[in-house]
């Protein structure tokens, strides 16, 4: 997948780096008792799932095994941030999959990166909410000749998103369990198709192990003070995307499949209503390089056609919500085409953006995202980046 090399540098860098900085206002140091010297931690996971997919697999049952490693740092309080998420983790991880449908699918791999969001419920016990993303490969992708069932994935590298809920409990200062639900979706964002997607659900066990003695901190109570802000933003993003040509031709679709590139520009106005979450209205400006494709066979020859260029320009409006965590955000987006040059009865004029944005500093951030059509089919898949500014803002918002 174009970009996925990109995805998985941008994620680890993010991952190890990014959250062990200061947040975009500086913070100011925590009253902590004697932190521990050494917050590194080792964590492993198990999870028997089940298939998810609308593509017609047919070389096993629906089954899946995952296995997870992954390498970690607790956050000790000594950072306003720290005290504000309840002292999360953070690190890199990587992921072994196993399918009974290994023939289409094949044995896959991933590394990720992640961030844990504990919520105390005892001294021993915490609720843990975790989510990971990262590039995965090896997968056995489609192809109309070996594999034409697998019409999950069109490529053999996709990215790769995990989320759970887990409970975690204390064994001792530096042994932990865990035992939830996971989640987790691989797809290539229309960068290949086919591209129906895949996912995995089930229970998931796990066992983290401290490299020294970390006593359980207490929930914070003397968190910094919130202040509620706007800002404007304004990005440009782009990507490649694959696309099945019309036509009016006895035409095997797979023989239609075409690849184009697509590019975004937006504006938003932002309201910061909480510590955790933004909403947005904004404006896009995009172009598709697949506006009016067609094949069609005319006079015994194949004859290809799109729409002029000023054509595949086109005008939307959205409104959305941001979920903020230290220096990085998830994101979901709707929106409506009000203008478009060349007008697709065939092509909704309601599209969707899910994806994640990082802040590199207090005004620059980057940004992958999937647009979506008919919520579920990725139209394309998004990298940017982007610059924001805070109005009207006489005291920063703490976190």
């Known amino acids: 997948m174009r970009g996925a090399g990109g995805l998985a540098i941008i994620v680890i860098i993010v991952a190890r780096g990014a959250c062990a900085q200061d947040a975009p206002?500086?913070?100011a140091p925590a009253d902590v008792d004697a932190p521990p010297k050494n917050l590194w931690f080792v964590r492993a996971g198990y999870s028997p799932a089940h298939v998810l997919t609308a593509s017609p697999l047919a070389s096993g049952e629906n089954g899946a095994r995952t296995l997870t490693f992954e390498l970690g740092r607790q956050t000790?309080?000594?950072r306003d941030w720290h005290r504000v998420y309840n002292y999360p983790s953070y690190g890199i991880g990587f992921y072994v999959g196993r399918f009974d449908h290994d023939r289409e699918l094949g044995h896959p791999f991933a590394t990720y990166g992640f961030f844990s969001w504990p919520f105390p419920v005892s001294n021993r016990a915490q609720v843990i909410a975790d989510v990971g993303l990262g590039v995965s490969w090896n997968w056995t992708a489609f192809d109309r000749k070996t594999n034409p069932t697998n019409t999950a994935l069109g490529s053999d590298v996709a990215y790769h998103f995990d989320g759970g809920v887990s409970v975690r409990l204390l064994a001792t200062e530096r042994a932990s369990v865990y035992g939830g639900l996971s989640v987790m979706h691989w797809s290539n964002g229309?960068?290949?198709?086919?591209?129906?997607?895949l996912a995995v659900v089930g229970p998931k066990v796990g066992l983290r192990y401290n490299f020294a003695p970390q006593p359980p901190p207490a929930r914070a109570r003397d968190l910094p003070r919130f202040e509620p802000s706007w800002e404007l933003v304004v990005g440009a993003a782009g990507g490649g995307k694959s696309a099945a040509a019309s036509t009016g031709s006895k035409i095997d679709v797979v023989d239609r499949w075409r690849d184009f590139k697509a590019f975004n520009i937006t504006t938003a106005v932002q309201r910061r209503f909480y510590r955790f979450g933004k909403v947005a209205a904004g404006a896009d400006v995009g172009y598709?390089?697949?506006?009016?494709?067609?094949?069609d066979i005319v006079n015994g020859s194949q004859v290809e056609a799109r729409a002029p260029v000023d054509e595949r320009f086109a005008l939307g409006l959205y409104g959305g919500y941001e979920h903020v965590m230290p220096r990085f955000s998830v994101l979901f987006q709707l929106g409506y085409t009000v203008w478009r040059g060349f007008d697709d009865e065939e092509v909704p004029r309601f599209y969707q953006r899910y994806g994640a944005r990082f802040q590199f500093s207090d005004h620059f951030w980057g940004t992958f995202a999937v647009r979506s059509i008919r919520i579920r089919k990725a139209d394309f898949f998004e990298f940017g980046v982007g610059y924001r500014v805070r109005l009207g803002i006489t005291r920063a918002a703490a976190v």
């Open 25 to 27: 206002v500086a913070d």
């Open 76 to 78: 000790d309080g000594t």
């Open 190 to 197: 229309a960068t290949k198709l086919p591209n129906l997607g």
């Open 288 to 295: 598709d390089g697949a506006t009016g494709a067609r094949v």
